[in-house]
């Protein structure tokens, strides 16, 4: 029973992944870049929801309203004035300087944080579960973030499939140069595309804090290896082969935690690597945005 | 139509021969260093040619392959632990070095296949989980030391013949660096790398076969990165721990160097090998705001100064050390060039 | 009046210049075709013109304006509109949505979803379709519509009938006049020397980049046309129709 217990926490794990790899998901179906800061912006949406509650008393939920925003906008800037400098220059441009930023970020934190772990704290429903059976329960935190992954996750594609903006953000995926002689402005498309994708990895990076207990400053070199990992499990350029990349992923990762405190990672890695090997579009993936 | 002549194609020979003698001489020199100079510097150095060898690897890859790591970490790691494991056996730390290098090569190959079901940069951050893979992996066995990091059970005594192996050991991994990315840019296969590239599907169409360039050069700048790794691993007669050695630092230390220095020529990585060697040396202290002193120093370069200082300086006074280039000229204009050569790329 | 004029347009790709020293002009409501073997410089013109390639030297200017510095997406907000070659729609998004996106400049005219679908039935039933499951034939329909969805004032279209059978090309060519009717400029490139002849009010012959025949079709005779095309003399008119029958 412990196995399903297992798989159970691994699927709910799953959820929190798949948020976390959305955005970079989108970023680079739009964009086509890759954003090796990916995990170091989620730790220091993570940070800025520390700072929020330090100074303002609020819970973590609540910061979750300024910092996730607060993301949002600071993503279109950067998109705007850092990387479509980058994209115009070719391909290795945007990768040196989103690692740049990956290198900035945490050793910054470390420096202004130390090492200690900052506390994110969940609140009242770090403790309570729902009872399934005798051998069954599951966190109620790991459930609502599930379900915020669900729910965000079609949140997006309905944007996708419905907005002019969404329209415009697929069209880019397919081709960015037509997109732009149809007099669509690219750059703003693009600067919408990193907000969300901003937004969402902000969302995923405090949820990851309040489920990890707290932040420290060099998480995000882990967490980005699993929302990539997720993407290639899942496929490229599918929304929900991302939310089963993310579930295969948790699954692996919590079941080779049952076995041994030591390999999670390591399993989770090994998998990976067995998607690439034996089926490198993962397991939902086609070419386009949808 | 009018007839049409062979264009005539210069390989700057002389200069090439120049440069190569030069060369010789010049490593011979520092291969007498240690007779004549204080240990002081010579240990110095041994840091400044393993930072080269890593900088001219990781050019290789990206500056020649167009192929961006972030993952060569896995090498350095794999490089210094695989002296362990041969001088654990009984070899001397320094022939340890060579073998664990010639594994890593062995290892790079198949490594190679997974690693290219990726591109871009989802083939970067493929590299970095290849390399975190490789650490989980090295800190399960005990005999490395799980995830304490260990010393080199046998090594030279005498401080001073240690330290004199330990400086021929990382002149010797220089040169394999510096002659690979030399010999490989200058042969065929130079060629066929360049264009790929430049446009990876034109070259196919050419006739080229990507796959298996970018494979030798993947497995190439491996080597190279693994010797540097036993150097510094012999250096530090042990490694501290393996989150270090295996750490993605080592990935912004060459990204760094080589932009600074100048993404796709063979200088570029000398030289930006010595301007942080240079920082290292005088701001280390600063602890981790050097660290993202370099990481904004590396977004400004890659912004404003694309080229990297020996780019610049090439773009524009057409100077090159070790050309690799080629240049087609009209026959009829032959005549007219003497021996100023123009510019390579 | 003059919509569009070209002057001394020079441009290419690296070192390579593909077009050199180019002068033209388009009045409103004239079709201009440009003619010339593969490789003569007419797609680069009009991707100059469209804004996707920046020239070396020389000007456009545009209903009196000088937009040489104004990117492709400013250009189309201005009324300039490019069906590129190739059709290159949008795959992922349906055949609506490919027009929804070419609306985006938002501009005021005679064309909507509605009068779009009018005048091309056969988009207008195709319109809940996904783009990548169309021929050839009902691609280009899409693509232009979709191009006339931004209302241009200047109508560029490249290469409109390659690779399409004859059928097809004869529906998209008598959609034609109606888009003509509106007073819109339309600078057209086509290998089919004959619709050429038979829909421009003028004609320009590229060769290997540079300029070298122009006039109306009525006073340049087929000889002088296939010359220019060729750059000497052609063996016979007659097989060029059969290469593109055989497609």
Redesign the interface.
Same mark, same amino acid.
């Given at each position: 029973m412990t196995w399903i217990n297992s798989i159970m926490q691994g699927v709910l794990l799953g959820g929190l992944f798949a948020m976390s790899a959305v955005g970079l998901s989108l970023a680079f179906g739009v964009l086509r870049v890759v954003n090796l800061a990916h995990g170091d912006l989620m730790t220091l949406a993570a940070y800025l929801s520390y700072i929020t509650m330090k100074y303002s008393g609020m819970s973590t939920w609540y910061s979750l309203l300024i910092v996730v925003p607060g993301m949002a906008i600071l993503g279109y800037i950067v998109q705007r004035v850092l990387l479509q400098k980058a994209l115009k220059m070719g391909e290795l441009a945007p990768l040196m300087v989103t690692f740049g930023i990956a290198i900035i970020i945490p050793n910054s934190l470390m420096q202004i944080f130390s090492s200690n772990v900052q506390q994110l704290p969940v609140g009242a429903l770090a403790t309570s579960s729902i009872q399934l059976n005798n051998q069954i329960s599951l966190g109620t935190f790991p459930i609502l973030t599930l379900l915020m992954s669900v729910v965000l996750i079609a949140a997006i594609q309905q944007y996708l499939a419905r907005t002019k903006m969404g329209r415009y953000m697929r069209a880019a995926a397919d081709d960015s140069e037509v997109l732009r002689l149809m007099g669509v402005d690219h750059r703003k498309v693009y600067g919408y595309a990193m907000g969300i994708a901003f937004a969402t990895l902000a969302l995923a990076g405090i949820l990851f804090g309040m489920r990890q207990g707290g932040v420290s400053p060099f998480d995000g070199q882990i967490t980005v290896l699993f929302a990539f990992e997720t993407v290639i499990i899942g496929g490229l350029g599918s929304l929900w082969g991302t939310l089963l990349g993310g579930i295969v992923l948790g699954v692996a990762q919590t079941i080779a935690g049952q076995i041994s405190p030591e390999i999670p990672l390591l399993v989770g890695n090994l998998v990976f690597l067995a998607v690439l090997a034996f089926r490198p579009n993962g397991l939902m993936g086609k070419q386009a945005l949808k | 139509m009018s007839n049409v002549t062979l264009p005539h194609v210069e390989r700057f020979r002389r200069k090439a021969a120049i440069g190569a003698t030069f060369a010789v001489i010049l490593f011979s020199l520092l291969a007498l260093a240690p007779f004549a100079l204080d240990q002081s510097i010579t240990t110095d150095w041994v840091k400044l040619f393993y930072l080269i060898s890593l900088a001219s690897m990781w050019n290789l890859l990206?500056g020649y392959a167009?192929m &961006?790591s972030?993952g060569q970490q896995a090498f350095i790691g794999l490089g210094a632990y695989g002296v362990f494991v041969f001088n654990d056996m009984g070899y001397s730390a320094y022939l340890s070095g060579l073998m664990a290098s010639l594994v890593v090569a062995v290892i790079a190959f198949p490594l190679s296949?997974?690693a290219f $079901?990726?591109r871009?940069?989802?083939f970067?951050?493929?590299t #970095? &989980?290849?390399a975190? +893979?490789i650490r989980? =992996?090295v800190i $399960?066995f005990s005999s490395l030391g799980y995830g304490k990091g260990r010393n080199i059970s046998n090594y030279t005594a005498d401080p001073t013949l240690r330290n004199n192996y330990t400086y021929w050991m990382a002149l010797a991994v220089l040169v394999f660096a510096l002659a690979a990315s030399f010999t490989l840019l200058r042969t065929r296969m130079g060629l066929a790398l360049q264009s790929i590239r430049d446009n990876e599907v034109a070259a196919t169409s050419v006739g080229v076969n990507v796959n298996r360039v970018k494979r030798i050069v993947y497995v190439l700048a491996a080597t190279g990165t693994a010797g540097a790794g036993a150097v510094i691993c012999v250096q530090g007669i042990g490694i501290a721990s393996p989150g270090e050695i295996f750490g993605?630092?080592y990935?912004?230390f060459m =990204?760094f160097m080589v *932009?600074i220095g100048g993404?796709g020529t063979i200088e570029g990585p000398v030289i930006g090998a010595l301007v942080y060697f240079m920082m290292d040396k005088y701001f280390s202290q600063q602890? *981790? #705001?050097y /660290?993202?002193a /370099?990481?904004?120093m590396? =977004?400004f370069v +890659?912004?404003f100064f694309?080229k990297g200082i020996w780019g610049e300086i090439n773009a524009r006074w057409k100077v090159s050390l070790f050309p690799v280039g080629y240049q087609v000229f009209d026959r009829k204009d032959v005549k007219k060039l003497g021996s100023k050569s123009n510019k390579e790329e | 009046m003059t919509l569009f004029n070209a002057s001394k347009l020079t441009a290419g790709y690296g070192d390579l210049k593909a077009i050199s020293e180019i002068n033209l002009t388009v009045s409103q409501g004239e079709l201009l075709a440009l003619v010339g073997a593969n490789g003569a410089g007419k797609t680069t013109f009009l991707k100059t013109t469209a804004g996707s390639i920046s020239p070396m030297s020389g000007s456009i200017f545009y209903k009196g304006d000088d937009i040489i510095g104004l990117p492709d997406f400013k250009r189309t907000q201005l009324g300039i509109s490019l069906v590129p070659e190739g059709r290159r729609l949008f795959q992922s998004l349906s055949v609506e949505e490919n027009l929804l996106v070419g609306a985006a400049p938002n501009r005021k005219g005679p064309w909507n979803l509605k009068s779009v679908y009018d005048l091309l039935p056969l988009v207008a039933n195709l319109k809940g379709r996904n783009s990548a499951r169309l021929s050839g034939g009902e691609q280009q329909a899409v693509a232009i519509g979709r191009a006339l969805m931004s209302n241009p004032d200047l109508l560029l279209l490249d290469e409109v009938s390659l690779g399409l059978a004859p059928i097809v090309v004869d529906q998209i060519y008598s959609a034609l006049p109606d888009i003509r009717k509106q007073g819109l400029g339309i600078i057209l490139v086509e290998q089919d020397l004959k619709r050429t002849i038979g829909v421009a009010d003028r004609i320009a012959c590229f060769l290997e980049g540079h300029l070298i025949l122009e006039g109306k079709p009525a006073d340049l005779t087929h000889q002088q046309i296939t010359d220019a095309y060729f750059g000497h003399s052609i063996s016979s008119f007659s097989e060029n129709q059969e290469d593109m029958e055989a497609h």
């Amino acid at each position: 029973m412990t196995w399903i217990n297992s798989i159970m926490q691994g699927v709910l794990l799953g959820g929190l992944f798949a948020m976390s790899a959305v955005g970079l998901s989108l970023a680079f179906g739009v964009l086509r870049v890759v954003n090796l800061a990916h995990g170091d912006l989620m730790t220091l949406a993570a940070y800025l929801s520390y700072i929020t509650m330090k100074y303002s008393g609020m819970s973590t939920w609540y910061s979750l309203l300024i910092v996730v925003p607060g993301m949002a906008i600071l993503g279109y800037i950067v998109q705007r004035v850092l990387l479509q400098k980058a994209l115009k220059m070719g391909e290795l441009a945007p990768l040196m300087v989103t690692f740049g930023i990956a290198i900035i970020i945490p050793n910054s934190l470390m420096q202004i944080f130390s090492s200690n772990v900052q506390q994110l704290p969940v609140g009242a429903l770090a403790t309570s579960s729902i009872q399934l059976n005798n051998q069954i329960s599951l966190g109620t935190f790991p459930i609502l973030t599930l379900l915020m992954s669900v729910v965000l996750i079609a949140a997006i594609q309905q944007y996708l499939a419905r907005t002019k903006m969404g329209r415009y953000m697929r069209a880019a995926a397919d081709d960015s140069e037509v997109l732009r002689l149809m007099g669509v402005d690219h750059r703003k498309v693009y600067g919408y595309a990193m907000g969300i994708a901003f937004a969402t990895l902000a969302l995923a990076g405090i949820l990851f804090g309040m489920r990890q207990g707290g932040v420290s400053p060099f998480d995000g070199q882990i967490t980005v290896l699993f929302a990539f990992e997720t993407v290639i499990i899942g496929g490229l350029g599918s929304l929900w082969g991302t939310l089963l990349g993310g579930i295969v992923l948790g699954v692996a990762q919590t079941i080779a935690g049952q076995i041994s405190p030591e390999i999670p990672l390591l399993v989770g890695n090994l998998v990976f690597l067995a998607v690439l090997a034996f089926r490198p579009n993962g397991l939902m993936g086609k070419q386009a945005l949808k | 139509m009018s007839n049409v002549t062979l264009p005539h194609v210069e390989r700057f020979r002389r200069k090439a021969a120049i440069g190569a003698t030069f060369a010789v001489i010049l490593f011979s020199l520092l291969a007498l260093a240690p007779f004549a100079l204080d240990q002081s510097i010579t240990t110095d150095w041994v840091k400044l040619f393993y930072l080269i060898s890593l900088a001219s690897m990781w050019n290789l890859l990206a500056g020649y392959a167009g192929m &961006v790591s972030v993952g060569q970490q896995a090498f350095i790691g794999l490089g210094a632990y695989g002296v362990f494991v041969f001088n654990d056996m009984g070899y001397s730390a320094y022939l340890s070095g060579l073998m664990a290098s010639l594994v890593v090569a062995v290892i790079a190959f198949p490594l190679s296949f997974l690693a290219f $079901r990726l591109r871009g940069g989802y083939f970067a951050i493929g590299t #970095w &989980v290849i390399a975190e +893979t490789i650490r989980l =992996i090295v800190i $399960r066995f005990s005999s490395l030391g799980y995830g304490k990091g260990r010393n080199i059970s046998n090594y030279t005594a005498d401080p001073t013949l240690r330290n004199n192996y330990t400086y021929w050991m990382a002149l010797a991994v220089l040169v394999f660096a510096l002659a690979a990315s030399f010999t490989l840019l200058r042969t065929r296969m130079g060629l066929a790398l360049q264009s790929i590239r430049d446009n990876e599907v034109a070259a196919t169409s050419v006739g080229v076969n990507v796959n298996r360039v970018k494979r030798i050069v993947y497995v190439l700048a491996a080597t190279g990165t693994a010797g540097a790794g036993a150097v510094i691993c012999v250096q530090g007669i042990g490694i501290a721990s393996p989150g270090e050695i295996f750490g993605v630092s080592y990935s912004a230390f060459m =990204i760094f160097m080589v *932009l600074i220095g100048g993404l796709g020529t063979i200088e570029g990585p000398v030289i930006g090998a010595l301007v942080y060697f240079m920082m290292d040396k005088y701001f280390s202290q600063q602890g *981790l #705001w050097y /660290l993202v002193a /370099l990481g904004l120093m590396a =977004i400004f370069v +890659t912004l404003f100064f694309p080229k990297g200082i020996w780019g610049e300086i090439n773009a524009r006074w057409k100077v090159s050390l070790f050309p690799v280039g080629y240049q087609v000229f009209d026959r009829k204009d032959v005549k007219k060039l003497g021996s100023k050569s123009n510019k390579e790329e | 009046m003059t919509l569009f004029n070209a002057s001394k347009l020079t441009a290419g790709y690296g070192d390579l210049k593909a077009i050199s020293e180019i002068n033209l002009t388009v009045s409103q409501g004239e079709l201009l075709a440009l003619v010339g073997a593969n490789g003569a410089g007419k797609t680069t013109f009009l991707k100059t013109t469209a804004g996707s390639i920046s020239p070396m030297s020389g000007s456009i200017f545009y209903k009196g304006d000088d937009i040489i510095g104004l990117p492709d997406f400013k250009r189309t907000q201005l009324g300039i509109s490019l069906v590129p070659e190739g059709r290159r729609l949008f795959q992922s998004l349906s055949v609506e949505e490919n027009l929804l996106v070419g609306a985006a400049p938002n501009r005021k005219g005679p064309w909507n979803l509605k009068s779009v679908y009018d005048l091309l039935p056969l988009v207008a039933n195709l319109k809940g379709r996904n783009s990548a499951r169309l021929s050839g034939g009902e691609q280009q329909a899409v693509a232009i519509g979709r191009a006339l969805m931004s209302n241009p004032d200047l109508l560029l279209l490249d290469e409109v009938s390659l690779g399409l059978a004859p059928i097809v090309v004869d529906q998209i060519y008598s959609a034609l006049p109606d888009i003509r009717k509106q007073g819109l400029g339309i600078i057209l490139v086509e290998q089919d020397l004959k619709r050429t002849i038979g829909v421009a009010d003028r004609i320009a012959c590229f060769l290997e980049g540079h300029l070298i025949l122009e006039g109306k079709p009525a006073d340049l005779t087929h000889q002088q046309i296939t010359d220019a095309y060729f750059g000497h003399s052609i063996s016979s008119f007659s097989e060029n129709q059969e290469d593109m029958e055989a497609h």
